[in-house]
């Protein structure tokens, strides 16, 4: 869109947005362009800690510090000049809690979308007496009929969330002033202000999606869930701008002062528009810490059974479709830290990602018969259960490493499928023109493999780990008036298109029938063997 951008008023393709994609696993700050183009960037880890009752948690205080060090990093390589940044924006992982006090500090630990702590205290509050899908009969309907979706039965969302704390940490409760997402909790620390909108508050299912760009908290759903409506952000429109940046954020951050913030995306919304999938029914597949599959569309869909629904979208007019597998790029860093490179000395030192390719490599499609499910911290779509985990199948006395790390990018790969047919159930259309974004899209051996299990074409953008902060830069662009839609699938071009192999596909065909009756076969046992834990 260079070309483009030339023409339109008062916006120049050098113009740059401070982007900060807040991932599980730590912030990616960015300086996009307008026409898509990452100037420069950084990535500093942010360690989740998993407790022993269910809890996922992190630092709300490590994240900006992170983000400040990634700045100053960048600044002292000079690579942007800091006139040039025309707006903030700020992506990210949701679902999230982060209880902030009247001042706008946080006052405990933020609350993963991994943390299902409050699982029992969610059964009982949406379910009682005879249910749907773990919920009564009236909140079912009415969730559906005004939200789209539901809270989920497991605990592992805001609602969860939030009835943990009121009951197992009541100090941190009465210390909480308002309930904020992750992304909108770094808006507060860029602008000082406490706002969400209909997007990013999506996750606690308290509007009415009936209507796009809603600004008012359903009171129905409000009492459903049990919230404390004193304890909600303002709403402002999706397409807004919160603020301007504050002097001392700017400070920190080394950029120039009053440039508008805007209003922050779910990562689901970025990875659209930085995948550049932003026609209807055009997919995009995330490989990232987790992983996803997701469309525009313009109607309203909802399975609570498969655990989906479709969302106000960052496009005007639409709606989005959201599903989850946790654990997608964590299982292999998980195979890699914990299995073939342990910090307990047992391993044989620090592999790349890229050198787990390369064993696995050395291995045909199906692994040699081993399959791996990769249900580490249980299941959201399209089967919801906290009591899976995962586990490798059918290890042979000549299974080793190579087999092993290959079934688990193959697993990866049978989940999205899962994940992918079920999604086309619940928008009523065949998504079409997959684009595949994320840090697991990097490798090539990993995109040959979804291609050969989905047995369809991906399409691979340039930069995939960054697709966020381009998505996120292009809404920037969008809000303030600088970008229009149509610039937009064009700021994110396509790298490579890897295409299905019919031998490897017919042997992935077979291994996914059996993959997807793995949950229905051990839930059981999955259930006897983690109930302590779950509580």
């Known amino acids: 869109p260079r070309e483009a951008l030339m023409g339109a008023g008062g916006s120049s393709p050098d113009d740059l947005v401070f982007a900060v994609d807040l991932g599980t696993g730590g912030p990616k700050v960015a300086y996009v362009s307008l026409a898509g183009e990452v100037v420069d960037h950084e990535h500093q880890r942010v360690e989740m800690r998993t407790l022993a009752d269910g809890g996922a948690v992190e630092d709300p205080d490590e994240w900006w510090s992170a983000i400040v060090e990634s700045a100053l990093r960048i600044a002292a390589r000079g690579s942007v000049p800091p006139e040039r940044v025309v707006a903030a924006a700020c992506t990210g992982q949701w679902g999230s809690t982060v209880p902030v006090d009247a001042g706008g500090r946080a006052v405990g630990d933020c609350l993963l979308w991994l943390d299902h702590r409050g699982r029992r205290l969610a059964r009982d509050r949406l379910g009682g007496g005879p249910t749907v899908a773990g919920y009564r009969p009236r909140a079912a309907v009415e969730w559906i009929r005004r939200a789209g979706g539901a809270p989920s039965p497991e605990g592992n969302d805001p609602l969860g969330h939030r009835l943990w704390l009121r009951r197992c940490d009541p100090g941190v409760y009465a210390e909480t002033a308002l309930f904020l997402e992750p992304v909108d909790y770094l808006n507060l620390r860029l602008t000082g202000r406490a706002a969400a909108t209909q997007a990013t508050m999506t996750l606690s299912w308290l509007t009415d999606n009936r209507a796009l760009d809603a600004v008012d908290y359903d009171p129905v759903l409000v009492e459903l869930a049990g919230a404390d409506a004193g304890r909600l952000p303002e709403l402002l429109p999706i397409r807004s701008i919160v603020g301007p940046l504050t002097d001392d954020a700017a400070g920190e951050l080394g950029l120039p002062a009053g440039i508008p913030v805007v209003t922050g995306l779910p990562d689901l919304h970025s990875a659209a528009l930085g995948s550049g999938a932003v026609a209807d029914h055009h997919g995009h597949v995330v490989v990232g810490t987790s992983a996803w599959v997701g469309c525009h569309t313009p109607r309203k869909r909802t399975s609570l059974a498969h655990q989906m629904a479709t969302v106000p979208a960052a496009v005007p007019d639409r709606y989005v479709l959201a599903n989850n597998h946790d654990t997608g790029g964590m299982s292999l860093e998980w195979l890699r830290d914990r299995v073939v490179a342990p910090s307990d000395g047992g391993g044989a030192g620090a592999q790349t990602l890229a050198d787990l390719d390369a064993i696995a490599a050395m291995v045909a499609p199906g692994a040699g018969g081993v399959m791996f499910a990769p249900w580490l911290k249980g299941e959201r779509s399209p089967v919801a259960d906290t009591a899976m985990r995962a586990s490798f199948l059918n290890l042979g006395i000549d299974s080793g490493r190579p087999e092993m790390i290959r079934a688990v990018l193959e697993g990866v790969a049978h989940q999205v499928r899962w994940m992918l047919e079920a999604s086309e159930k ?50 920037a662009g969008l809000v303030t008036g600088r970008l229009d839609l149509t610039m937009v699938e064009s700021a994110a071009p396509v790298d490579r298109t890897f295409r299905p192999d019919p031998g490897a596909a017919a042997v992935y065909d077979e291994h996914h029938r059996v993959f997807v009756g793995i949950h229905r076969s051990q839930r059981r046992s999955y259930h006897r063997l983690n109930r302590r834990r779950r509580g």
């Open 426 to 475: 619940v928008v009523r259309r065949p998504l079409r023109e997959l684009r595949v974004v994320g840090g697991g899209a990097g490798s090539d051996l990993w995109c040959q493999i979804h291609a050969d299990v989905l047995g369809r074409p991906v399409h691979r953008v340039v930069q995939p780990l960054l697709a966020n902060v381009r998505g996120a830069a292009l809404f």
